[in-house]
Each structure stands twice: as C-alpha cells, then as structure tokens.
C-alpha cells in the first residue's frame, strides 16, 4: 500500500521522517520507529488524536506526545483547529466542561469563537512548489499547464523530487501533493487525456499569501526581515558584488543562489573542437602566493538529514571548525575552494569572482540512494560527469545505513560491482562511513588538510578568457604532462559554467547522453562510437547507407561491432550490444 493510502497519512510521514533519521544515526531507536511505522501502516482506522496510538504496537507515551507536539505546530503553521484530546472529550461528555455557571450563579460569556488561519502550504513542500509554479501563468489565463510543464517551473521551489521518490522502495514523490490542492479546491484540472491544471480564484489567494511571507520574500530578495546581505562573486566584474546571500531562518545564514548565475553559465564559451596540441591556447597563468588566500569546503544545499532538520550537517561542521560555505552546485555534493583575501584580485588580471576550485569533489551516496541510482542509470551519468569536469581527486562517500535485509541481500552484488568499478576503473577514491556523523567528521579532516596543504603554495590560475569547452580538459592533460609537478586552477565561475547541465551543453553531449539511455553502452563505450560518428546526423546516415531488405538489416545489426573490433576490456561492443543500437538508431 502506498503511504498515501493509509488512514492517517500525515502521522505516518512523521514516524517515517523519524525512522530515516534514526537511520541515519544508526541509533537503536530503529527498531521501534520500525514497529510504529509498520503498525501504523497496516491500521485501518483513522485516528483524531495521537493520543489514541499508544493502542498500537511500538507507540508508547513518549512517542505519541512528540506526534502530539508535532501535530499542534502543523495545525499552526497551516491554520488548521488542534483536535480535541481524548480525555478533554471525555470530560465535556462527563459534565465538567468549563461553560458551567460561576459558584455565584452568573454564567461566563460564551468564548468568541477563533477565526481560522488561511492557509498556507509548508515553506518548500510539494503544495508550496506546485501553487508557485502555476501562479507563474497570467491569472485571467484559462489554458493551465501539463505535468510535464508544471513540474519543471515548480520543482526550485520544493526540497523534495516531483519525478522520483525519496525512498527508492517507495512511489510517493512530491506530486501527490497536488491530490491535496485538488481536495481543497486550489487547483482544478481539464482535458483528457492531456491533463492541464490551472489555480482556482481561492487557489490565486493563497498564492498571493505565499509571496506575502517573510521565508517567500527572503528566498526571492524582495523584501522581508530575515534578509541578510553578504558579497558574493559576481562573474565578469571586478567589485565582488554578486547573489545576496538570504537566511532561511532568523538563527542561521545561508548562502543560496539557487542555481548556478545565469551570468556564470556563459562564462566560457563552446569553442571550435580541438585536433592535438597546436590547437591549445599559450597564457601567462595568474599567481597567488600563499597568504592571499584562504582554503574553505563548499557543500550543495541539498546535502540534508532530513525535511525537519535541514541545517543538521552544516552546523556539525562548523562545530567540528570546518563552517562550509552553502551553494546550489550542478556537480558533486562538496568541493574545497581557495577564496581570495583581495576581492578584486583575480579580475585584476582577466579572471572572474574571488574564488578558484581546487583538485578535490565530493559525491556522497547514501546506501538506499546508491541501489536507486544504479537501478535507473544516474550512478553512470554521475560518475561520466565528474570524471569530464577535471578535477583530480573524485572522492565517493557511500553511507552504509542499515536497510531491509532483504532488499539488501538483492542488491548486495550489484552495490559491491558498483564500488569495485568506481575505484578500479574510474580511479575514485572511495570512503565507506556507518552513518552521516561520520561523514561530517571525514569533511572535517579533509578541510583541515587541505587547508595545510594549500595555503602554504602558490596557486597558479588559467585565465577564464582562454578557456572553451572543448579545449578544457585537453589543456590540462597537455598542462600535466609538461609540467606534472604544478598544479594548474581556475575560477569557481568557470568551473560552474563547464559543469552546468544545460550551460555548456554542446551537440557531443547530447549525443553522449542519447548513446547512454540504451541499456549496455557506458560513458567509455559511447565515447568510442562517438569518435567514429560525430553527430547523431552522422550517426543515423550510417546506418542508413548500410540499405535496405535482409542484407540490409544484417549490416546494420553489425555495423557498430565491425567498426570497433580492435577495442578491448570494457570498451568492447559485442554483436548483441551493436544489434540493440542498431535497433534505435537504425530502425534494425
């Protein structure tokens, strides 16, 4: 049954919420979150108050007053009447309401009933990014918007996925919120079988609430309290003025552009593809000797324990002297950086911004992530990227949470594969931690390190003008085979600009990305057919000048595997891979 389903929805998501916690933690409070989670699940009947849980299995008082708690600030935060406690029920039906008459006979006025809070959906939920994101249309607009469109101008606004579930042994994802629009006709939706969906008149209201709040003002920088300003780089100028820096909370800042600046994604262009070493630039590259800087960890903001304790890493590490800098990042989870000292520094001399990346990326996976990725083709695509991006050390942290041990025993082969492959092949360093404090305490080190090891050298930086996207990672292959002992660095806005997913997206990645949805070809097998076949036009005339009938089709099936016959070990295509190409690609 899926948890949507059950009778009482909302207080199985928090003992869920609290189970993946405890999981994380590799605490012993699993096992009965566990038993309250399961019970809960298969209980038919709704309940009103927490209160009436302690009846099932694994629900003791402790438990049902922190659902009771938490169910009084979720009634708050939404304007939603508090139930009654049972035995405050049980008392009225007794007589001893408080509405009695006073000892001298004088009745008490009757209590002026409280005028319920408009509501307003949780700050980041599915609710909140759904009503954003159809309030981006006109209001006297009557069209709507599909799936398809609605998901992708609402999903920046919300912290969990409208496409896949956050646990990958579940099918809940962000957009069963919108059953719950629906229920409280906000949103209506038209057509068959191309559904659209529209804000009803109350729908608007609460959309125009939403821009109204203090957290809705912050995150946007229209206004409100809680806004805190600090510099950031800004890419093409020399003042170091950049994205305001907002607060999600009055107690705690964080740094939150929430994509890559669209001004950073231009920084470096596409450039002409480059045949060997006479088409690599010449520079004189930009020197910071050591005191001009500082070393700090950056880590993407998505990197979170749970929905409720979203500040949880960050705030251990700055307890463990390691305070990283928050950022949405297009790749890995965390990086280290050299910020300059001076702000003006590096475009001084034709560079951007006041910081320069570093040799080291983080990719961290929990164990349950980690199975999900390899099931739907992410873990590949991960790994292609951040093997193009240029940096050095790629470090995997695999997070060994405790799982079902049935789901683990069947994706126990395909995991260690995985891990062996990654460090084998890929030639990333892999560090297995028991649970999410560990990793935090990992982070910590490494930025102690690093720091010692950096801040003591001179950095040298490639000028961002002489950079294009094809000839980045050949420049600093060319680069370390001349001169293996320096380190060759450029700008954080650079760096973001080539790793940005759409930014720098050229005709070859395209291509790339389409040879890998067929299940077989990896990023070094793709690589190979690309080098033989430029374009997809080039790739799909091929095929077509291998002709037509049996003979025809024969060609095809074998066309790839005759082209490839001398490539060896894992870049080898065999004849069923070829004919399952030959399918797509040539209608065989």
Known sequence: ?????????????????????????????????????????????????????????????????????????????????????????????????????????????????????????AFRSGAYGLVIGLSTQDEDASVGMTKVELIEVAQPHCDSSFTAPNDPTKFYTAWNSMKTLMQKELVYERGRPSKRYALTDEGWEVAKRIKETNQWQAENNTGGEQQSTITTPAANTGSGSGPSVRARSPSVTIPEPAQVPSSYQGVVSDGPVVDGDSGLPTFNPIRLPPGSFSVHLLLDVREVRAKTDRDYMQEELAKQGAKPIMRSMDLGDAQWIAKCHDPTLLSRHGAEGD???????????????????????????????????????????????????????????????????????????????????????????????????????????????????????????????????????????????????????????VFLKMLMTTKGVTGERALEIQKRWKTPYDFVKAFEACGSGDQGVKRKRDMVFAQTTQLVGRKKISKALSQKIAEVWGNA
């Open 1 to 121: 049954m899926d948890d949507s389903e059950s009778a009482n929805p909302q207080l199985l998501a928090w003992v869920k919420e609290w189970l993946d916690v405890a999981r994380e933690r590799n605490s012993k409070g699993i096992i009965t979150y566990k038993h309250a989670f399961d019970s809960l699940k298969a209980c038919p009947i709704t309940f009103e108050h927490p209160a009436q849980l302690q009846q099932l299995k694994g629900f003791g008082p402790k438990l049902c007053e922190r659902l009771e708690d938490q169910l009084k600030k979720h009634c708050q935060e939404n304007g939603l009447p508090m139930p009654q406690h049972p035995r405050s029920r049980k008392a009225s039906k007794n007589g001893q309401s408080n509405s009695e008459d006073d000892e001298d006979g004088a009745s008490r006025p009757a209590k002026k009933a409280r005028k319920p809070k408009a509501y307003v959906p």
């Open 355 to 509: 910081e320069i990346v570093l040799d080291w990326i983080v990719e961290r996976k929990r164990l349950d992530d980690l199975i999900g990725s390899i099931k739907d083709g992410r873990f590949h695509e991960q790994k292609f990227r951040l093997k193009r991006s240029g940096a050095k050390k790629v470090i995997y942290i695999i997070e060994e949470i405790a799982m079902d041990p049935a789901s683990m025993q069947r994706y126990e082969e395909a995991v260690q594969s995985a891990i062996a492959s990654t460090q084998v092949v890929n030639g990333c360093f892999v560090k297995k931690t028991t649970k999410m404090d560990e990793t935090v305490r990992y982070l910590a080190r490494m930025t102690t390190m690093l720091k010692r090891t950096y801040e003591s050298k001179t950095l040298n930086v490639i000028p961002t003008n002489v950079l294009t996207a094809q000839n980045y990672l050949p420049l600093l292959a060319h680069l370390g085979g001349k001169q293996p002992s320096t380190g060759f660095y450029i700008t954080y806005p650079a760096f973001s600009s080539l790793a940005s997913k759409s930014g720098t997206m050229t005709l070859r990645d």
